[in-house]
């Protein structure tokens, strides 16, 4: 199956800046990729799915100006959140559907202060 | 809507007992149901799959059958090993090309 690599691992940046974080498909060229949002103790939820050369669709209640996504190549897929605040903090995961199966990548903490 | 009600946890056992974890859905259509498994530190792995009624997933031990009755899909496994510590998603690939998350329940396995 798809191999998910996902940088940075962990991420802490200050209130007001911009973060990426980037999501390749090592080994599948993925048309689509979705990224979700984990918050501590709690299930995965879906924010966007990501589609090459054009733009994603996002999620009811996602602000897409603040949750940039790029996906220019089919291995490569960018989140951006701009102007970071405190309750953007959250562990972010992108993923890869491939022959009947979702591949996660392991995921990027992000913690603003 | 697409839904996935998942058994609150946490829910801690002894090595060698049986676990439970239920898992019931709400979807149009003929979903595809899932268990993933993430081991702490690691990212989400598929543990097991079933695509159509009366199908049983089944890996490392751990079993769940997709009842169309019931709309159900528990996890089961007749003997938990400490390494099986981890947090279980029970989830639904809807015919709108996307997956839901049950909560997620915690296991933790005492030696």
């Known amino acids: 199956g798809a191999v998910v690599s996902q940088h940075p691992s962990r991420v802490i940046c200050k209130s007001g800046t911009s973060v990426k974080i980037e999501c390749r498909s090592l080994?599948?060229?993925?048309?689509?990729m979705f990224w979700y949002r984990q918050f501590p103790k709690q299930s995965l939820m879906l924010m966007a799915t990501?589609?090459?050369?054009?733009?994603?669709?996002?999620e009811q209640g996602v602000e897409k100006d603040k949750f940039l996504i790029n996906h220019a190549s089919l291995t490569l897929s960018t989140l951006t959140v701009t102007s970071a605040h405190p309750e953007d903090s959250s562990f972010y995961i992108c993923?890869?559907?491939?022959?009947?199966?979702?591949?996660f990548g392991e995921g990027s903490r992000l913690t603003v202060l | 809507g697409n839904s996935v009600t998942q058994m609150e946890g946490p829910v801690t056992l002894s090595e060698e007992a049986f676990l439970t974890i239920n898992c019931t859905y709400t979807?149009?259509?003929?979903?595809?149901l899932f268990w993933y498994v993430q081991y702490p530190g690691e990212g989400l792995q598929l543990l097991l799959k079933?695509?159509?009624?009366?199908d049983k997933g089944s890996n490392k031990g751990f079993e769940a059958t997709y009842r169309k009755e019931t709309t159900s899909f528990h996890l089961e496994k007749g003997s938990v090993q400490v390494s099986d510590s981890a947090v279980y998603f029970c989830?639904?690939?809807?015919?709108?090309?996307?997956?839901?998350f049950g909560a997620g329940t915690t296991v933790t396995v005492r030696a």
């Open positions: 993923s890869v559907w491939d022959t009947g199966e979702l591949f």
């Open positions: 080994d599948f060229q993925a048309t689509t």
């Open positions: 990501s589609n090459e050369g054009s733009k994603a669709t996002y």
């Open positions: 979807a149009t259509g003929y979903p595809s």
């Open positions: 079933a695509t159509k009624a009366d």
């Open positions: 989830a639904l690939w809807s015919n709108d090309y996307k997956l839901s």
